[in-house]
């Protein structure tokens, strides 16, 4: 409904902390944040931090922080105030020269695109309503439909249920999939489910001798870090990650301490959102990135499906070569890295080469319950 002359209020928006995230060292979470020397540089940062890339200056604007940092098209920062120091008024504070920090948007590893969960290979539009779409993603093993903000970034000509929309986002005019860069709306009819959220991407620690225990045990980030690796996870969350992750238990990130809670609880505190921890306290940890490492049979790998992960092994199409498409044993910085070439299923002209620092046993009944252990 649209509005004449007069006083009206106000619609407030801002993005949430799930979408963006500044970022500086991703090896040394706690040093001083500038150490990006070129857009590149921060572009691969996001990325190895699990986001699209970075955020667009368009994006971002609301997110206040007095840092400067690369986004795909400005450098700088945004601040909600006049604050010696940063702005001289409210708003956005170009940089120059020099190092900075990285604006991220999109946890890419945050989202999964659905069809029917019986016949995948099936055209994917099977989800006549929302409801529908929500029960697929948790029986998918996400915790809910996507938001619309949360899938730009994530280029995909299907369209599919979110939970505040019903479309998709494309990322260039292409025959079928409409023109140019952003969101296209969908009418009546079945569709499929943007999913957000892993189940099982998020894993709370605490003792690992004894789970049953207190789980406040770690003083330092880098013991909360150990402790993942252990438990068969690549690293600590981030904090944007563990949003609507609700556990009233205080655990280290790579950039928070503390969690996020979905409710008003006695001892877990007011409201939905993020509670802080102490300084000086020690706490659980939170893990992200569940590893399927390599399955090994004597001195060969198993293609068995799932079992590989994304790392650094990466370039464009063209560089196949570097990458052979068979299973690989090497040697970098004195560790092995077992690794075959996907060169088509990453999509947008890139490949991944697929890997892992050691191979699981394979055993003749199953693996055992935590093999990460062994």
């Not at 079928?176 to 999913?195: I, T």
């Not at 000086?280 to 992200?288: F, N």
């Not at 590989?308 to 370039?315: A, F, L, V």
């Amino acid at each position: 409904r649209g509005w004449g002359a007069g006083k009206v209020g106000a619609y407030c928006c801002a993005p949430t902390v799930n979408n963006i995230q500044y970022i500086g060292s991703i090896h040394d979470t706690a040093a001083h944040p500038y150490v990006y020397d070129t857009r590149s540089d921060a572009e691969k940062a996001c990325k190895a931090a699990g986001y699209h890339g970075l955020c667009r200056k368009g994006q971002a604007g609301g997110y206040s922080r007095c840092a400067a940092g690369w986004y795909s098209d400005y450098k700088g920062y945004w601040f909600h105030k006049k604050l010696a120091g940063c702005v001289n008024q409210p708003g956005w504070a170009g940089w120059g020269a020099g190092k900075v920090g990285a604006y991220c948007c999109n946890l890419a590893s945050n989202v999964q695109y659905i069809g029917s969960l019986s016949n995948p290979k099936a055209h994917p539009y099977v989800y006549e309503t929302k409801t529908d779409a929500e029960k697929a993603c948790s029986t998918a093993g996400y915790q809910r439909l996507c938001r619309k903000f949360e899938i730009e970034g994530f280029a995909k000509c299907a369209a599919g249920w979110l939970a505040d929309y019903k479309g998709y986002w494309f990322d260039r005019t292409k025959s079928g999939c409409g023109h140019g860069v952003g969101y296209r709306g969908w009418g009546n009819g079945k569709v499929g489910a943007y999913c957000c959220s892993p189940k099982d991407n998020i894993k709370f620690v605490g003792k690992l001798s004894d789970p049953s225990a207190m789980p406040y045990v770690y003083t330092t980030r880098d013991d909360a870090e150990n402790a993942c690796k252990k438990s068969g996870y690549r690293r600590l969350c981030y904090r944007s990650e563990i949003e609507f992750h609700s556990e009233c238990k205080a655990g280290w990130m790579k950039d928070f301490k503390g969690y996020w809670f979905d409710r008003t609880h006695q001892h877990c505190g007011t409201g939905i959102g993020y509670r802080s921890w102490g300084a000086a306290d020690a706490a659980g940890a939170y893990c992200c990135e569940k590893l399927e490492l390599p399955l090994c049979h004597e001195d060969r790998l198993s293609a068995s499906k799932g079992v590989w992960r994304c790392d650094e092994y990466s370039g464009t199409t063209g560089e196949e070569n570097a990458c052979v498409e068979k299973y690989q044993q090497i040697e970098t910085d004195g560790k092995t890295r077992y690794f075959k070439c996907v060169a088509s299923n990453a999509g947008g002209g890139r490949f991944n080469c697929l890997a892992g620092e050691s191979c699981q046993p394979i055993y003749p009944r199953g693996l055992p319950e935590n093999p990460y252990t062994w």
